[in-house]
């Protein structure tokens, strides 16, 4: 079982819709957990992080964390041609090195 | 301020050939990691470094790869020599430390190998 795992899609919403990226992780004493973009030919960029239970919002985007369950996911609200990307899930495990899942790609149709 | 500087930016070499690549972090960043991603998948840590000591090594192969930041400052991650296999981008991050602070990344070099 990968430590990390995440659909790599890819994923293909209208403009305007909800894009929603899920990621399982195995560590379950895990206790930070992070969303990168990675848009094509570039290095990724942090855009969001969640450390508790529940829903972490910052503008069109949600972080959910399910520690559980061992879940975390994005939700993109009113997605734009912008946003496609490569979205990356991390997971800081208990020796603290961050775990990147393998990246889905979202692809927004105008 | 300036972000994580890396260079060269693409690299193409021969299988068996040496290559470098070099990183230099956000000034006062303490913590430096080098990440391999290889096409398709998320990044892999190959090594991180506290100041100029090493924290972690667990997944840089060993017997071709090899790395150092003397100063504390920048660093060089070195492969020799290179497989097939090594073709990936190389990725240096910084953070201001290695405890829960933002990683930030340089642009990658793009190394093939033929």
């Known amino acids: 079982q990968k430590e990390v795992e995440q659909n790599s899609g890819p994923l293909s919403v209208p403009e305007g819709a909800i894009a929603s990226l899920n990621c399982t992780y195995s560590d379950r004493v895990s206790q930070s957990f992070f969303w990168y973009r990675q848009y094509s030919g570039k290095s990724p960029e942090l855009i969001m992080s969640?450390?508790?239970?529940g829903d972490k919002e910052d503008g069109r985007f949600t972080a959910q964390l399910n520690k559980a369950s061992q879940y975390v996911s994005l939700l993109i609200r009113d997605s734009q041609p912008s946003d496609s990307a490569t979205y990356l899930c991390a997971v800081r495990n208990q020796g603290g090195k961050l775990i990147f899942g393998q990246g889905t790609e979202l692809s927004v149709k105008p | 301020e300036a972000g994580v500087a890396q260079s060269p930016r693409y690299k193409i070499i021969e299988k068996r050939q040496s290559v470098a690549f070099w990183c230099n972090p956000i000034?006062?960043?303490?913590?430096l990691y080098w990440y391999q991603q290889i096409l398709g998948q998320g990044p892999k840590l190959l090594i991180q470094?506290?100041?100029?000591?090493?924290?972690?090594d667990s997944q840089l192969p060993k017997d071709r790869f090899s790395a150092e930041r003397l100063k504390g400052v920048d660093s060089t991650l070195k492969i020799q020599p290179a497989k097939l296999e090594d073709s990936a981008v190389y990725l240096c991050?910084?953070?201001?430390?290695?405890?829960?602070?933002?990683?930030?990344f340089g642009p990658g070099t793009r190394l093939t190998v033929l």
């Open positions: 000034s006062g960043h303490a913590t």
């Open positions: 991050a910084s953070s201001l430390d290695g405890i829960g602070n933002e990683q930030f």
């Open positions: 969640i450390y508790s239970n």
């Open positions: 470094f506290q100041n100029n000591g090493v924290v972690d």
